[in-house]
């Protein structure tokens, strides 16, 4: 038996979700505060969400949260784009100003959302980095790794940590 709550801060996500999966329990929350008691979930799923949040203290506060609401032994399955390509390049290289003057950290840039005239924050991980943060939060590295897509042309670097 599962229990799943789904979990996204964009209410219009969150109405998509629930239109799709009808069954299934949907909730808008930030991820830095969630709405669920301590040690409450066996097991949490992150994708594509860390590396949408800036600051090393934000990304720190996300692993913390994760570590109060799961039940001890509990996982955190979690995955980051891993982005090497020439155009992201470009992008991270535009962004270097704005690193030098303290606007972003290192790492940070922001991404050409969709077809729309409209960037979005994105932060490059190394997996030293992002391994670096969960045991900084007290979580144990169970597995590591870069997984493909299918086709191959997309890559995500993906950790299963314990509490």
């Known amino acids: 038996d599962i229990d799943y709550i789904g979990v996204d801060f964009s209410e219009k ?36 969400v860390l590396h949408h949040i800036p600051s090393e203290q934000f990304r720190m506060q996300f692993f913390k949260e994760a ?7 509990g996982f955190l399955i979690l995955t ?11 992008l991270f290289l535009r962004d270097t100003t704005l690193k030098l003057t303290g606007k ?3 790492g940070d840039t922001f991404r ?18 992002l391994t670096s943060l969960a045991e900084q939060a007290m979580f144990k590295i169970i597995k590591q790794g870069i997984i493909t897509n299918q086709r191959g042309n997309r890559k ?8």
Do not use: C, M
């Not at 109405?15 to 909730?27: M, T, V």
């Not at 570590?67 to 032994?73: G, M, Y």
């Not at 670097?157 to 509490?163: D, G, H, P, R, T």
């Open 67 to 73: 570590r109060r609401i799961l039940k001890p032994n």
């Open 13 to 48: 996500l969150i109405e998509i979700a629930k239109e799709k999966y009808p069954k299934i329990k949907f909730q808008v929350a930030d991820a830095l505060n969630l709405p669920f008691p301590n040690n409450y979930f066996d097991k949490i799923y992150s994708i594509a």
């Open 156 to 163: 995500n670097i993906y950790l299963i940590i314990q509490k």
């Open 104 to 106: 972003l950290e290192k």
């Open 112 to 129: 050409p959302w969709g077809n729309k005239n409209a960037e979005r924050y994105f932060h490059y991980f190394s997996k030293k980095e």
């Open 80 to 90: 980051v784009w891993k982005t090497e390509s020439k155009k992201n390049l470009k």
